[in-house]
């Protein structure tokens, strides 16, 4: 799923995690190679909700916030998105099902749910 969005959309990663905790996930999942950017929380003074590292991520890919889509899976994830005049998709698991994401500007429970959701929000502009 990820090189069928990566042939379509330039992606990067805003994490909270330091980089060297960030970097074993995506080592262990060969993730590296669909971002052209990942912000780190050492690379931020204020970390999520604040929307500094999603506008850090939106400004290394060089694009405006308002283009911007943010996949996330907590509360702060989104209200970051928010602030930062973004789009938010949120998907919904185990380890957040009793968290408030009404603020989140759409849903899924599956990340394969992404590609058809981004062409309907092309579709719909």
């Given at each position: 799923?990820?090189?069928?969005?990566?042939?379509?959309?330039?992606?990067?990663?805003?994490?909270?995690?330091?980089?060297?905790?960030?970097?074993?996930?995506?080592?262990?999942?060969?993730?590296?190679?669909?971002?052209?950017?990942?912000?780190?929380?050492?690379?931020?003074?204020?970390?999520?909700?604040?929307?500094?590292?999603?506008?850090?991520?939106?400004?290394?890919?060089?694009?405006?916030?308002?283009?911007?889509?943010?996949?996330?899976?907590?509360?702060?994830?989104?209200?970051?998105?928010?602030?930062?005049?973004?789009?938010?998709?949120?998907?919904?698991?185990?380890?957040?099902?009793?968290?408030?994401?009404?603020k989140a500007d759409y849903m899924i429970t599956d990340l394969s749910e992404i590609p058809p959701l981004l062409q309907k929000m092309e579709q719909n502009g």
């Open positions: 799923m990820l090189g069928e969005l990566q042939k379509r959309y330039r992606m990067g990663i805003a994490t909270s995690r330091e980089k060297e905790l960030a970097d074993i996930a995506l080592k262990r999942f060969s993730l590296f190679e669909f971002f052209e950017t990942i912000v780190y929380g050492e690379d931020v003074q204020n970390g999520k909700p604040d929307p500094e590292p999603f506008l850090m991520a939106c400004g290394r890919l060089n694009t405006k916030p308002h283009l911007c889509i943010v996949v996330e899976d907590s509360v702060s994830g989104v209200a970051a998105a928010k602030k930062a005049g973004m789009r938010s998709i949120v998907r919904k698991a185990c380890h957040n099902i009793d968290l408030d994401f009404t």
